[in-house]
């Protein structure tokens, strides 16, 4: 409270009760970095020869140099030295001279200015970039008052001296300058002895310094702080990881405010920052504090036009909605919403009213009711008003609604195509992210892997559209975490398993579990390890990661748990779970979820060897995979048909069908999809072999294609599949009379055998 | 500077010795010539050379960065300009107090030092120091007094037992908003012989004014002013309380009178400002409210204040910005919480004020003011349930303007809880009835309007025959009340028996008792809608 108490002095420039958060109207002050900028403005304009490729640097490096944030001396002249290391060295001695003279050199200075850039065949006009800066900088040093240039002559020297590592110039002093000298070694000392004390003492100022790499002595001016902010908000947003952590971002923030209570912009961060270590209270706090300050920097009295205060207010309630909806207080952010609808309608400002559409539907959305209608509202309306982003905003999302409510494929991808040309026509690169992500999505859920796999990689080896110069390539948004995942999982399906854990632990690098979109790689992460321990049948293992997932993603925890549960041949239980989860996904948001239980529910009546009753059930998910056209899906209930075709006896039958799927599954599925559906062609194959002509021939055919199917299994790990196969290509050999090759494969499968001590019993009713 | 009085008598001899240059320095130290005074008395040994010599220096940094900050170079320098002494006198003083050689006043210097350089836990274990070395030094105490923020850290410190830590104690009392036991300090000390401290008089009616006792608190000022005509201090609270009841004459007259004593007081401009402000003069009364924080820029009330008139002008951008100074210079300042869920109340943000006037009521958990305001809004968002439990634990913690009980039973009339609404009214009527104040005739006739039809409907015709007599005593419901009338006798014509339940409560006769039995909106759990 003290500290506040000090930093809040009087503001002479009061006007109407109002301090304005930016008082002089200006933000140029004379600065010892500004005025050994406009040294080497001076000094290009008077050094007529020079060599043409040093002055094009030069002349490049001017507009930085202006509108950057201070520098020090030695950054200054580095950054000369590394363009033209005459003109560093000139800016060097001017500067010494004007440090070593007394103050009459620096006033000399600014009253001789205009002379050089006033000539007529001068490159600098007034009227131009390096002109303009001219004469702010005269205006501003002409407003200081008498105590204030002192103050800037003795800045120069700290600035100086700080810059070329002290005292250099000293050396070079004349004999009459000893008085000048004396006082300087004077300001040296308290130079010194004042770093010495902060060494000491551990001041609340020390933090304030640590600011990026470069060590600062001052707090930051107007410009820097900006710099700052602008740069620590565009990180949070595009790459947290890059940003300052929390809490030293907090620390500096304070401190910013602690010298300025003004500057609302730090604010605003600090309501990023907070959110990102979900502080509700602290988040809210700042929100509306940055949207009080906001309010009062907007001109004020004209309440209900474009411009000022009235604007801020109706985004001030929109980003409390937005706040609220972050933190799943949809009632709360229904109504800030309600209140930011009302009064924009009420000044009818339809650019903020499109935007409170888009979140309208954004919470209709979260809270698990339809809101196609809604979104497709507001894409007419974002259209109307000429605003591309909300528009293309609109039909993603309307995409998405598309692709779980049964929409073509062909109408999705067309809608994707044509806000891909605006994104492209906008440069809106968030929404690019965001278009190659989905169509990732979208391509998995159609089973196309291969497919999904190309435009995860187009998005992670496409250059982004944002400025180079904060080396953002791949930024940890949400677009890249949803395609990461996908890659995994791909990968996982492959059984690359190595692959897949390097991208999960290059996804936990970049999105650490404490932030926004970790939760994506949990799920991932869990799914992959829960496949495996399935696959080897270490169902205690599996068990374990139901638990978590459940606490991720709830229907997905059901599945999984249902699926261990019937592996365990607790039939009644998972009976009991799959119910449940029918239920659950049949308001038809997850067609996914549903054709799966649908699979797991007819595998179920499998155990109990009612085929007949499972074809009806097998039928209708392959009916509704079709509709949806999830390939994948519709590829493993025939599958499961045909599996349950083989089991009544009718092998001819199921390998017709069998056909069909075959070559999707090969083309595009999973190895464990791969092997299964050999494994049952095989199968197949083999009872077929009794009413061929040619049973040899049948029955070698067999033998090849469980050959392949080994080959699958064994990559995946999956050893009782691996065993059923060694067993049954041991019986083919035998029957064909390898003697050799039955005897390899038996002793295979009595060393699986050994390995499953558990598994004795051969669940023969399975895929 | 009171703690300097020079005492020439004292017996010790380095005070002889430096009595010269101590003389001399004290002559420039009063003339704020610090960095002079200092000067003469760099070689005194003494003890009081040495805190005058030390005094001074800390006074001139503190001075200079008064000054720096008027032409600092840039918007943003000026939070750097620091008491450049600050660091260096705290070096010396820290070596002088490991050698145990600072005195009291010392000691109390160290302390403001520390507490300059944000070394607060330092600062207090120094004050408390100080205090034992010299109990009489009420500046230490008073120092002390800012850095104590809980009950719990005040009961944790070891204090001399001595007569001025009862002053202390009251003081720190009210601080916290224990006014209870600042009252019973402050009796005790006027019983033990303070009877004719103005000091206490004062003091004592600002707690009454923090508890909105408002005519106690205007019985003492009026005796603080007999007592002590050309006093400044705390008549801005009094000019508030005139303010409150709305006494034009009297607040003229203290303004008037401070204004001839000294108008370049804070405490001038304030009570200047309220007068205007009753006046209906807004800008005026800004005006001189900024004159206030020219004068004292720290000067918490006059923000508010003047937050409170760029609303009355309607001017809400600049109210808004007047009640952040407010909250900056202190958080805890419930007005201004209040005035700023006001603001945006009118702008018709409801929800949004909501975070406001929950922030008022988290300072105030105990003022019907903030809960009114917030059921409120609650009724604006049709949030009914959160508007009942606001207005019921309004009327629960003592409702100051009457209102939350109606409005609850309007809300149950609205829900066609026609029981629930019935009670309330019947509340209402009693607590009007039982106050001597002037009745609302509006309000109070809708309550005997909705009672008449509700016993009418209920079939007591007894009860509704009363109220409908009532009715007819105010002109808006007269007519009504006729009606309603002509029906019972209507249908006691008809010779129905008017089945009325004895048990039932009446409103005028067995009620006065007090024996209503109201459902209770329990429990009252704000935090429910609270994120």
């Not at chain 1, 109407?16 to 040294?39: C, E, M, Q, R």
């Not at chain 1, 060694?726 to 029957?735: E, T």
């Not at chain 2, 009640?323 to 929800?351: C, M, P, S």
């Not at chain 2, 039932?504 to 007090?514: A, K, Q, T, Y």
Request: aromatic content about 8%; hydrophobic content about 40%.
């Amino acid at each position: 409270m003290a500290s506040v108490h000090e930093s809040l002095y009087f503001n002479p420039m009061m006007t109407n009760g109002v301090v304005h958060a930016n008082v002089f109207g200006i933000k140029d002050w004379v600065t010892p970095y500004k005025i050994s900028v406009l040294v080497l403005l001076v000094e290009m304009v008077k050094s007529k020869r020079m060599a043409l490729i040093e002055r094009r640097r030069l002349n490049k490096l001017i507009l930085p140099l202006q509108q950057g944030p201070d520098l020090t001396l030695s950054q200054l002249l580095k950054t000369v030295e590394e363009c033209a290391p005459k003109m560093a060295a000139t800016l060097k001695i001017k500067l010494r001279d004007m440090v070593a003279g007394n103050l009459r050199d620096m006033e000399s200075f600014f009253d001789t200015l205009p002379n050089p850039f006033s000539e007529s065949e001068s490159e600098a006009s007034k009227t131009s970039v390096v002109g303009l800066f001219m004469r702010h900088m005269l205006l501003a040093y002409n407003k200081l008052s008498f105590s204030q240039v002192y103050k800037l002559y003795i800045a120069l020297q700290h600035y100086y001296v700080a810059g070329t590592g002290g005292g250099t110039w000293r050396s070079t002093a004349d004999v009459d300058m000893d008085l000048n000298e004396m006082e300087l070694t004077g300001v040296e000392d308290t130079a010194g002895a004042k770093a010495e004390k902060e060494e000491l003492d551990t001041g609340p100022m020390q933090e304030a310094e640590l600011i990026d790499e470069s060590q600062r002595r001052c707090p930051l001016s107007q410009k820097q702080a900006e710099y700052f902010l602008v740069r620590q908000a565009y990180l949070l947003k595009t790459d947290e990881n890059k940003a300052l952590k929390a809490a030293a971002l907090q620390e500096e923030l304070n401190n910013m405010l602690k010298f300025n209570p003004d500057f609302a912009e730090a604010h605003y961060v600090t309501y990023l920052n907070s959110m990102r270590v979900q502080d509700i209270y602290t988040s809210t706090h700042s929100l509306l504090h940055y949207f009080d300050r906001l309010i009062l920097t907007g001109s004020d009295g004209k309440s209900n036009g474009d411009e000022g205060y009235g604007r801020s207010l109706r985004y001030a309630a929109l980003n409390l909605a937005a706040l609220h909806c972050r933190f799943a207080h949809y009632q709360q952010a229904e109504l800030a919403l309600q209140e930011a609808i009302r009064i924009a309608q009420e000044s009818s400002d339809h650019v903020c009213l499109q935007h409170c559409l888009s979140w309208l539907y954004t919470l209709e959305h979260m809270k698990g009711s339809d809101s196609s209608v809604l979104t497709e509202d507001s894409v007419k309306m974002a259209a109307h008003f000429c605003l591309p982003y909300l528009a293309s905003l609109g039909i993603q999302s309307l995409v998405q609604q598309g692709a779980t409510g049964g929409k073509t494929a062909n109408k999705l991808m067309d809608a994707l195509k044509d806000t891909d040309i605006l994104h492209w026509k906008h440069s809106l690169s968030e929404l690019i992210d965001i278009s190659l992500a989905q169509t990732t999505s979208l391509w998995r859920m159609y089973g196309k892997s291969t497919m999904a796999q190309q435009q995860a990689q187009l998005l992670l080896n496409m250059n982004s559209l944002e400025q180079v110069n904060y080396g953002v390539q791949q930024n940890n948004t949400e677009p890249f975490a949803v395609v990461l995942c996908h890659l995994a999982e791909l990968h996982a399906q492959q059984g690359l398993f190595g692959a897949a854990s390097e991208i999960l632990t290059h996804l936990k690098q970049q999105f650490p579990p404490h932030t926004q979109h970790a939760k994506l790689w949990m799920l991932c992460d869990l799914k992959i390890q829960f496949e495996r321990a399935m696959n080897d049948g270490k169902y205690h293992q599996a068990e374990a990661q139901v638990t978590a997932i459940a606490a991720l993603s709830e229907t997905e925890g059901l599945y999984r748990k249902a699926l261990v549960l019937k592996a365990q041949n607790r039939s009644g239980e998972a009976y009991g779970v799959l119910q449940r989860l029918q239920a659950l996904s049949e308001d038809g948001r997850s067609t996914e979820m549903a054709v799966r239980v649908m699979l797991t529910t007819a595998e179920l009546h499998w155990e109990s060897s009612s085929f007949t009753t499972a074809l009806p059930l097998l039928l209708r998910a392959l009916a509704l995979a079709r509709q949806h056209h999830l390939q994948a899906l519709a590829s493993e209930t025939i599958l499961h048909l045909a599996f349950s075709q083989l089991m009544l006896g009718v092998p001819e039958q199921a390998l017709n069908i069998l056909q069909e799927a075959m070559e999707p599954v090969l083309a595009h599925g999973s190895l464990l999809d791969k092997g299964r559906a050999l494994l049952l062609v095989a199968k197949c194959q083999m009872a077929v072999a009794d009413r061929a002509g040619d049973r040899h021939a049948a029955l070698e055919l067999a033998v090849h294609t469980l050959d392949e199917t080994a080959t699958y299994f064994s990559r995946l790990g999956c050893r009782e599949r691996l065993r059923e196969v060694y067993y049954l290509q041991a019986r083919l050999h035998h029957l064909l009379g390898h003697t050799p090759q039955r005897n390899k494969c038996a002793m295979h499968f009595r060393m699986l055998d050994q390995e499953l001590q558990g598994g004795g019993t051969q669940p023969v009713t399975r895929l | 500077m009171t703690e300097n009085n020079l005492q020439p008598l004292s017996s010790l001899q380095e005070d002889v010795q430096d009595f010269d240059a101590l003389c001399l320095a004290k002559s420039y130290f009063d003339l704020k010539e610090y960095d002079r005074a200092a000067y003469f008395l760099r070689g005194c040994s003494s003890q009081k050379g040495y805190f005058l010599y030390m005094y001074s220096c800390y006074l001139s940094g503190e001075k200079k960065k008064d000054d720096e900050t008027v032409d600092s170079l840039g918007p943003l320098e000026k939070g750097q300009v620091r008491n450049e002494a600050l660091r260096e006198l705290r070096a010396e003083l820290s070596k002088k107090h490991r050698a145990g050689e600072l005195d009291g006043f010392a000691l109390y210097l160290y302390g403001v030092v520390l507490r300059k350089l944000d070394l607060l836990k330092e600062a207090v274990d120094v004050f408390v120091e100080a205090i034992h070395a010299l109990p009489l030094h009420w500046g230490s105490w008073l120092e002390l007094c800012n850095l104590i923020t809980n009950i719990e850290m005040l009961k944790s410190l070891s204090l001399p037992d001595c007569w001025i830590k009862d002053f202390f104690l009251a003081h720190m009392y009210t601080e916290l908003q224990m006014i209870k036991e600042a009252l019973q300090k402050y009796q005790s000390l006027i019983d033990v012989g303070f009877s004719k401290s103005t000091y206490i008089i004062s003091q004592i009616a600002v707690a009454y004014h923090n508890i909105r006792d408002i005519d106690q608190a205007l019985l003492l000022f009026n005796e603080l002013r007999n007592q002590d005509p050309y006093r400044i201090e705390n008549m801005d609270t009094f000019s508030n309380l005139l303010y409150v009841r709305s006494m034009k004459a009297e607040l003229s007259f203290l303004a008037h009178d401070l204004a001839e004593i000294d108008k370049y007081r804070v405490e001038t401009c304030c009570v200047i400002g309220n007068y205007y402000s009753l006046r209906s003069q807004h800008e005026k009364a800004a005006l001189y409210f900024q004159r206030a924080l020219k004068l004292n820029p720290r000067c918490l009330g006059a923000w508010t204040l003047m937050g409170h008139e760029y609303m009355e002008m309607k001017n809400t951008s600049a109210a808004i910005q007047a009640y952040r100074h407010a909250i900056e210079v202190n958080k805890r300042d419930y007005r201004a919480w209040y005035g700023l869920g006001q603001t945006y109340e009118i702008l018709k943000l409801h929800f949004y004020c909501l975070y406001y006037y929950r922030r008022a009521h988290q300072l105030r958990p105990n003022d019907s003011r903030m809960l009114v305001a917030l059921g409120e809004c609650y009724e604006k968002l049709s949030q009914l349930v959160e508007a009942k439990k606001c207005y019921w634990r309004a009327y629960s913690v003592g409702d100051v303007e009457r209102m939350a009980l109606l409005k609850l039973a309007k809300l149950h009339e609205q829900l066609n809880e026609s029981d629930d609404a019935a009670q309330c009214y019947i509340i209402y009527i009693q607590d009007v009835y039982s106050c001597a104040e002037p009745l609302e005739h509006v309000e109070v006739s809708t309550a005997l309007r909705y009672l008449g039809q509700y016993y009418f409907k209920n079939k007591r015709y007894d009860e509704a025959a009363l109220c409908a007599q009532r009715c007819c005593d105010s002109n808006d419901a007269r007519e009504e009340g006729k009606a309603l009338l002509r029906q019972i006798s209507q249908v006691r014509e008809q010779g129905e028996a008017a089945s009325a339940d004895v048990s039932h409560p009446c409103v005028f006769g067995p009620l006065s008792n007090n024996n209503t039995p109201v459902r209770r909106v329990s429990p009252l759990d704000l935090s429910s809608v609270t994120p």
